[in-house]
């Protein structure tokens, strides 16, 4: 059974860097058969898709248009986990952030989401 | 890449059905069979219970379905508990550019 266990601070002052972890068990962040998101939850955004990491022979990395130059996802390999840098942060960032899971193959994705982490409430505010 | 729109609220007595419509364009919900459903508690992570438009994980009740007419999905709730009261949320595809697109969010009461 899979289990994602998300990590970092709550609060965040304007134009710093957002930084979370998320620690993955029953899977390997290295997988030839998985994908690695996060999703933020706010009132004023509803469900956003950030971004996402995974392994094909090389990383790859995707990011959603409204935050790409903004947004760094790296994998750790040695810790098995992956992390969220969102950069020059506004109070408009503040939200719950979640990382979850999409299996796929070598060459596609199975279009869903499973299992999530936990959140993390990150506020930006000085 | 709009968000897909969903009805703010829909309810329910014990029993009854309640169906909740996820309507968003040929760029998503329309162009592929890739609608995902997640049901959210207050305080806790979104939970799959439908994917590929209708198909249900292991684990979820088979009151809980899912299907797809043009460019508007449905989830519905058949034979509503009172553990079905939270926020439903569907999910499409959208292509490679920015490949999920989630809805506005509707939220099931059990009168």
């Known amino acids: 059974q899979v289990q994602l266990q998300q990590s970092g601070p709550g609060l965040v002052k304007p134009s710093q860097t957002l930084s979370l972890t998320c620690a993955i068990s029953?899977?390997?962040?290295?997988?030839?058969?998985?994908?690695w998101n996060w999703i933020r939850q706010s009132p004023s955004r509803g469900l956003e898709w950030l971004g996402r990491?995974?392994?094909?022979?090389?990383?790859?990395?995707d990011y959603a248009v409204s935050v790409k130059s903004r947004i760094t996802i790296n994998p750790d390999t040695s810790k098995n986990q992956f992390s969220l840098q969102l950069n020059s942060v506004t109070p408009e960032d503040t939200a719950v952030y979640y990382c979850?899971?999409?299996?796929?193959?070598?060459?596609?994705?199975?279009?869903?989401?499973?299992?999530w982490g936990q959140g993390t409430l990150v506020t930006v505010s000085s | 890449q709009s968000a897909l729109t969903q009805p703010r609220s829909v309810s329910g007595s014990p029993g009854q059905s309640v169906t909740i419509s996820c309507t968003g364009t040929?760029?998503?919900?329309?162009?592929?069979?890739?609608v995902s459903w997640y049901q959210q508690h207050p305080g806790k992570a979104p939970k799959l219970m439908i994917y590929?438009?209708?198909k249900r994980p292991s684990g979820v009740p088979d009151r809980f379905s899912g299907s797809k007419s043009g460019n508007t999905a449905s989830l519905t709730i058949s034979g509503l508990q009172a553990e079905d009261e939270a926020d439903y949320y569907c999910?499409?595809?959208?292509?490679?550019?920015?490949?999920?697109?989630f809805g506005t969010g509707t939220k099931v009461t059990v009168l």
């Open positions: 999910c499409s595809y959208a292509g490679s550019y920015t490949p999920y697109v």
């Open positions: 029953g899977d390997s962040v290295s997988s030839n058969s998985a994908a």
């Open positions: 979850a899971r999409v299996e796929g193959s070598s060459s596609w994705f199975k279009n869903w989401f499973d299992p």
């Open positions: 990491t995974y392994y094909r022979s090389k990383w790859y990395n």
């Open positions: 590929d438009v209708s």
């Open positions: 040929s760029s998503d919900v329309g162009g592929y069979n890739y």
